[in-house]
């Protein structure tokens, strides 16, 4: 999401959470960037949109936030909970008897050749890797240098984006296969995608969220499916963009989609009858 970012599409992040009502809401990392947060771009919309989240949270929905690479000291905070609102580093759910790893990504920036191996030890080599690159990365800041990113980099080498996402993808691939995961589900890369990934050892589904300060997408699981979504592509997304309708239940929704069709429909008779 990067809230407290101009780039961040907060207005379109609170038209979309307005139209779903979820059981489970997983925030899978860089939440808020309080690495690039300034004060003037933590407009009233990316307020709305943390009131929004929590006020889901009230509601019944269990909120899960996954810490990211642009929220360091959060993590400092991994195993807390508030009511439904849980904070940690990664998150194994059974989802009709599927078992589905999600985390951030940014586990495997320093160390992305040896991060499968590594990982090998479970909770252990996945904690080891997340002390690296938090140490790495401190030394950097003190440094003046910019943490390291894969996602970053995709910016930056553009001309090395196919290479950094395959290996990305594949090492979570393997992780996940070898961990006999069903699926595994990503953020970081900003890079929206479903496929599967096929070893000799099995296979998994990789999925990875995208962002909403490009591509606007999100995962959704439905009926025993995934799904990606895509703003762009949601035909209701400018019913729930309207402020009056965002606190609506979907009885209202379609009343009021119905009347505005009448109203619409009233006007072309009355501009037909005029002429």
């Not at 379109?12 to 059981?23: F, G, H, T, V």
């Not at 904070?87 to 008897?97: M, S």
Request: glycine share 6%; aromatic share 10%; with cysteine.
């Amino acid at each position: 999401m990067h809230l407290g970012t101009p780039q961040c599409h907060a207005e379109e992040l609170l038209a979309y959470l307005s139209s779903i009502r979820p059981k489970k809401l997983i925030l899978n990392g860089d939440i808020i960037d309080r690495s690039r947060t300034v004060q003037t771009h933590f407009t009233s919309a990316h307020f709305k949109v943390l009131r929004k989240i929590f006020g889901m949270a009230a509601g019944g929905t269990e909120v899960y936030y996954l810490c990211g690479n642009h929220e360091p000291r959060l993590r400092n905070l991994r195993g807390c909970h508030l009511s439904n609102f849980y904070i940690k580093n990664k998150l194994l759910l059974n989802l009709d008897g599927k078992k589905v790893w999600f985390f951030h990504g940014d586990v495997f920036d320093v160390l992305p050749l040896a991060s499968k191996w590594i990982t090998r030890f479970g909770s252990a080599g996945f904690g080891f890797l997340m002390t690296v690159n938090r140490l790495v990365n401190w030394l950097r800041l003190k440094l003046g240098k910019p943490p390291i990113s894969t996602a970053a980099r995709l910016k930056k080498h553009p001309e090395q984006a196919a290479e950094l996402i395959r290996r990305f993808e594949q090492t979570t691939s393997d992780i996940a296969i070898r961990n006999a995961y069903d699926s595994v589900v990503c953020g970081h890369l900003h890079h929206p995608g479903k496929q599967w990934k096929e070893t000799p050892s099995g296979k998994t589904l990789y999925l990875n969220s995208g962002d909403w300060v490009e591509n606007l997408t999100a995962l959704e699981y439905n009926f025993k499916r995934w799904k990606l979504y895509r703003y762009d592509e949601d035909k209701l997304s400018p019913f729930y963009a309207d402020e009056d309708l965002k606190e609506m239940d979907m009885t209202e929704l379609l009343d009021s989609i119905l009347a505005r069709k009448e109203d619409a429909a009233t006007r072309k008779k009355e501009k037909s009858s005029g002429e």
